[in-house]
């Protein structure tokens, strides 16, 4: 059974920083993009940042400059170090794998920025 987990949310204030981790686990396709989404209250899930396998990155024109994404295929992990939070970026982060034809992902972790 395929498991994504996130980890790392947690309260900072604006102008700090966060790491997000996300490991997958029970794969049987090899991993392809990866990606963190976020989803703040009445608002809809938007990308944030995406890698893919070969390692070109996207990010979201709100996060450029802030966020940076990362994987380990090796360990199957993910990661988005987040700088210079603003209170913006307050969400629930989500990870998502592509593994073969198939998309899994986490259960969100929560990030909450204060002013």
């Known amino acids: 059974q395929v498991q994504v987990v996130e980890s790392g949310g947690g309260l900072v204030q604006a102008g700090g920083s966060l790491r997000l981790s996300c490991v997958a686990s029970?794969?049987?396709?090899?991993?392809?993009?990866m990606a963190w989404y976020r989803q703040a209250p009445d608002k809809q899930r938007e990308l944030v940042a995406a890698?893919?396998?070969?390692?070109?990155?996207d990010y979201a024109d709100s996060v450029k400059g802030r966020f940076a994404i990362s994987r380990d295929d090796a360990k199957n992990t993910l990661a988005l170090q987040m700088n210079s939070l603003k209170p913006q970026d307050t969400a629930v982060y989500y990870c998502?794998?592509?593994?073969?034809?198939?998309?899994?992902w986490g259960q969100g972790t929560q990030v909450t920025v204060s002013s």
């Open positions: 890698i893919s396998r070969d390692g070109s990155v």
């Open positions: 998502k794998v592509r593994h073969g034809p198939y998309d899994s």
């Open positions: 029970g794969l049987i396709f090899s991993i392809g993009d």
